[in-house]
């Protein structure tokens, strides 16, 4: 059991090297050699643990996935249901530097799921997770006569996460024009459009 739990430890040891890499490098720079002396072990080490680069790689991604999730599981709830999805979303966005790092591997890794299946499983897979979360939330604020009956919470879920999405590529690409202050009201701004239009009076 023990001997089991260090070989995992070590393999998240190498995957947190990996993003490392990429996020500095970009996904050519991301070699064996330079993963293994950025975790400070031998390629020999990182070959026992993964088979493949192609391996490493999937183990990486999935890794900052699962860190990613916990992090959005940890997050407070509020006195509403639209501060917890504030707060939730607000976990995704690259306001440190652990979060802008992500992003940058995240994008890094996206074009990989148009050729590479496996990658294409795990991307869905996971997106499916947060999606399915946030759709919860929303019929929960439904029930509770937080939000609009008519609103459809998959059809918010998904606008949530595909505007969350754009205002972090924004951020980290155009910086100044989508600093942290704007994408930080602009995303309070949307949700108070969707909870403020038609939502029910007591």
């Known amino acids: 059991m023990a001997r089991t739990a260090d070989t995992e430890a070590r393999r998240r040891q190498v995957a947190e090297a ?7 490098d ?18 020999g ?32 709830h509020g006195q509403t249901v639209r501060e917890t999805l504030l ?3 607000d976990t995704l966005l690259p306001l440190d530097e652990d979060r802008r790092h992500e992003l940058a591997v995240w994008l890094a890794f996206l074009p990989t799921t148009l050729i590479d299946p ?10 499916r997770q947060l999606l399915d979360a946030l759709a919860a939330g929303f019929a929960h604020a439904q029930e509770i006569g937080e939000l609009d009956e ?3 919470p998959h ?22 024009d989508f600093d942290r202050d704007r994408i930080q009201r602009l995303l309070t701004n949307h949700l108070d459009r969707v909870f403020s239009e038609g939502t029910r009076t007591p």
Do not use: W
Not at 18 to 24: D, G, Q, S, W, Y
Not at 48 to 65: N, V
């Open 26 to 43: 970009g996904l050519a720079g991301a070699k064996l050699a330079s993963v293994a002396a950025e975790a400070g072990v031998s390629i």
């Open 118 to 127: 496996e990658m294409r499983r795990i991307h869905q897979a996971n997106s």
């Open 87 to 89: 707060s939730v979303m």
């Open 150 to 152: 008519r609103r459809d």
């Open 45 to 76: 080490l990182v070959q026992s643990y993964f088979r493949s680069k192609d391996e490493l790689l999937r183990f990486g991604i999935e890794h900052m996935c699962t860190r990613a999730l916990e992090r959005i599981a940890e997050t407070p």
């Open 18 to 24: 990996l993003l490392r890499v990429i996020a500095r």
């Open 155 to 176: 059809d918010e879920a998904a606008a949530l996460a595909a505007f969350t999405d754009g205002l972090a590529v924004h951020h980290l690409a155009t910086g100044d």
